[in-house]
């Protein structure tokens, strides 16, 4: 990946408990944002956590972002077999117009 | 509410010809940016355009060309196909003004060159 690294690359879990997924990123941003894709399918928006931002949630989602550290983790609280599909972490480059996609993790959540 | 739509869904080309995706946003979005994503990989991405100016521009072949119309839809055009451009094209729309706004992304074009 042109930006870094998507950690785990896999993860599998059961119906009801939580999955973490963590980013690292090279550059400075101007904020990072995470999307859900599902297999071969189009891209969707999750969430956006701004540079000046540590701490972000929506629903069953809570996103962290560390800049000191240049990381970033997606928690999914109560995972649903739903919630199966490929997660990436992109970031808005400061000085670009552009996203620059971290490798992905692929969830999957066995009911 | 409104997405972004792609036309073509699917595309299959062979080898050397020309292909042509478009890319219309989200209404009163004003930037675009196409992507590439080959089979298993993180989407790459290839230009963007702000007021249909080129505002980025990254891995994007000197056989590819792009534009922005006055209606805001862009134009990805693909030249001398080759194999390896086989992949998913996908479009993305955002509004432009503060910094740290969403890229809404299409459903993609999935070219195949035979």
């Known amino acids: 990946s042109q930006q870094g690294e998507e950690d785990p690359q896999a993860l599998s879990i059961q119906e009801g408990e939580n999955a973490t997924m963590n980013c690292s990123y090279k550059?400075?941003?101007?904020?990072l944002q995470w999307y859900r894709q599902n297999s071969g399918r189009g891209l969707v928006h999750l969430i956006l956590?701004?540079?000046?931002?540590r701490e972000k949630h929506s629903g069953r989602l809570r996103v962290t972002l560390d800049t000191s550290k240049k990381s970033s983790s997606l928690l999914i609280t109560a995972s649903r077999a739903a919630d199966t599909a490929s997660y990436f972490c992109?970031?808005?480059?400061?000085?670009?117009?552009?996203?620059?996609f971290g490798a992905g993790t692929i969830l999957r959540v066995k009911s | 509410a409104a997405g972004v739509i792609q036309s073509p869904r699917h595309l299959i080309k062979e080898k050397r010809e020309t292909a042509t995706l478009k890319c219309y946003p989200i209404?009163?979005?004003?930037?675009v940016y196409w992507y590439q994503q080959g089979p298993g990989q993180d989407p790459q991405f290839l230009i963007s355009?702000?007021?249909?100016?080129?505002?980025d521009k990254g891995s994007i072949p000197d056989r590819f060309s792009a534009q922005q119309f006055s209606d805001y839809h862009s134009e990805l055009n693909m030249s001398s196909l080759e194999l390896g451009d086989s992949a998913l094209y996908f479009c993305?729309?955002?509004?432009?003004?503060?910094?740290?706004?969403?890229?809404?992304f299409g459903p993609g074009t999935r070219l195949t060159v035979t």
């Open positions: 355009f702000y007021e249909k100016m080129q505002s």
């Open positions: 993305a729309s955002s509004r432009r003004g503060r910094k740290g706004y969403e890229q809404y």
């Open positions: 992109a970031t808005d480059v400061l000085y670009g117009n552009k996203l620059v």
């Open positions: 550059t400075s941003i101007n904020n």
């Open positions: 209404p009163r979005h004003d930037t």
């Open positions: 956590i701004r540079s000046n931002e």
